[in-house]
Structures are given as structure tokens and as C-alpha cells.
């Protein structure tokens, strides 16, 4: 309950402008790093109110590489990247699909997830499987996220909302029939919550790579942290993290 409270007192202030979790500015030793905080198990809160997460270990270990110190902001997603274009944050660590529009306006890292998309409904919803069900629906998204494309592509109309908690309570509600999410973080929220309210009913037939996000003009940056992402890769950090949250190798 405190882990959930304090994911909504988080989400309440971050709606109202962007946390920091401390206050250097223009130190070249500092990584200003940008993410949500209640997405779990990829970034939020732990009991003692600490953001932690699989995002959040995988940019620390990458930091501890290149030698920079990890500073946290924390902001809704459909702020991250105003955040970052505003150069608030050097760096989105939430799980940015890679697509090739984000390609194109990004300075995108090499992919440090793979998943799946499936179909999320409430219990007892019968009358949903697969994207083609999902026509002439109400899917509850995030708007600008990548799972809003593919909900809005099956011919679903969005409920915009800011994060997968949202999404979940708009279903148990009545208020939206679907939504579409990472495989991940699904599972995630019924080990935690429990199935007993949401069920996944289908796949998006989808594989979709996150990847770290950085302005365009910082490629630089994006080399350092790719460089650093093969070493993890190579001497079984990223593995062991994602043991760690998943159970399995997600990394590749």
C-alpha cells in the first residue's frame, strides 16, 4: 500500500512539473536522467519511497561505466520528451519503444529490452482476443506511447491516461474495454495485484526494443552508452539485472 501510495503522491506532483531528485545543474560529472517513477518494475518507487526499477539499475550500472553520477527527474510520460528537448534531462530511461519516427528525431541507443504487446481487459471480458476486436473500442494509453499507435491502428479510440495504474483502473471501472502494454509490465502488475481484476486475452503479435533516448545532437553520448551497454552485456550485468525483476534474460 505504501509503494502504491506513494506512486500516486508522485504521479500528482510530477503531473504539476517535472521532480528532481537532487539539485546539481551544469556538472559535465552529472547524467540528468528522465522517467516516470511509477511504472513498474521498470521505474518506481520501492517501500522506503527510493525509485528503483530495472530502468533505473540499467542506467546506474551504465553510469558507474562512463563515470558519470545518475541525477533522476521524474515526470509523466507524455512529458519526458518535451523534458528532454528542453534539455531539463540528458536522457529518457522508461522504456522508449524504438520506432523509426523516434529514430529520426532521437539520438536512440541500442535496444536494452525486448518484449511482447498483448491485450489487456477486465476479468470476465469475454468479447476481446485479438487487435481486430479491438475496432470501434475505448483503449485506455498513454497517449504518446508506442502501445497508443497500435491501439489507435486496430481502429480503438484512446482514452488518454498517464501511466498503466491509470489504465487498469479505468477498466475495472467500465470506463475503457481494453488496453494494450508490455507483456512485462503486465505480469509485473498481477504478481503484485493479483489476476483476480485484469486478464491478458490475446497478443499484438508485436515485438517491440526500448532503448535509452538522448537529443539528436548528442550522439556522443549515445556512443558512450552503447559502448558501455555491450560491456554489461558482455560480463553478465544486464543479464543478472534482469534476472533480477523478470526472472529471465529481457536485455536481449
Known amino acids: ?97 524504438v520506432k523509426p519516427e523516434r529514430e529520426q528525431k532521437y539520438s536512440l541507443s541500442q ?18 482476443h485479438t487487435l481486430a476486436d479491438l475496432n470501434g473500442k475505448t483503449c485506455a494509453q498513454s497517449e504518446t506511447s508506442n502501445w497508443a499507435d497500435v491501439a489507435k491502428q486496430a481502429g480503438c479510440k484512446v482514452e488518454a491516461i498517464p501511466g498503466f495504474v491509470e489504465a487498469t483502473q479505468l477498466l475495472k471501472t467500465g470506463r475503457a474495454d481494453a488496453t494494450v502494454n508490455d507483456t512485462l509490465a503486465v505480469n509485473a502488475y498481477t504478481k503484485a495485484q493479483g489476476t483476480g481484476t485484469i486478464q491478458i486475452v490475446g497478443k499484438t503479435g508485436e515485438t517491440s526494443k526500448q532503448a535509452f533516448a538522448a537529443r539528436k545532437d548528442e550522439q556522443a553520448l549515445t556512443d558512450q552508452i552503447n559502448k558501455a551497454l555491450d560491456e554489461l552485456r558482455a560480463d553478465g550485468t544486464l543479464a543478472k539485472i534482469s534476472d533480477k525483476y523478470f526472472g529471465t534474460d529481457v536485455s536481449k
Open 111 to 128: 535496444p536494452y529490452t525486448v518484449s511482447e504487446g498483448v491485450i489487456v481487459t477486465k476479468t470476465g471480458n469475454d468479447g476481446i
Open 1 to 97: 500500500m505504501r509503494r502504491k501510495l506513494a506512486a500516486v503522491m508522485l504521479a500528482v506532483v510530477a503531473a504539476a512539473g517535472l521532480v528532481a531528485c537532487s539539485s546539481s545543474k551544469n556538472d559535465a560529472n552529472v547524467l540528468k536522467v528522465g522517467t516516470e517513477g511509477n511504472y513498474s518494475p521498470f521505474t518506481y518507487q520501492d517501500n522506503g519511497g527510493t525509485l528503483t526499477g530495472y530502468d533505473i539499475d540499467v542506467i546506474k550500472a551504465v553510469g558507474d561505466k562512463i563515470g558519470k553520477k545518475i541525477e533522476f527527474t521524474t515526470a509523466p510520460w507524455d512529458s519526458l520528451f518535451a523534458a528532454l528537448e528542453s534539455k531539463r534531462v540528458d536522457l529518457i530511461a522508461n522504456q522508449v519503444t
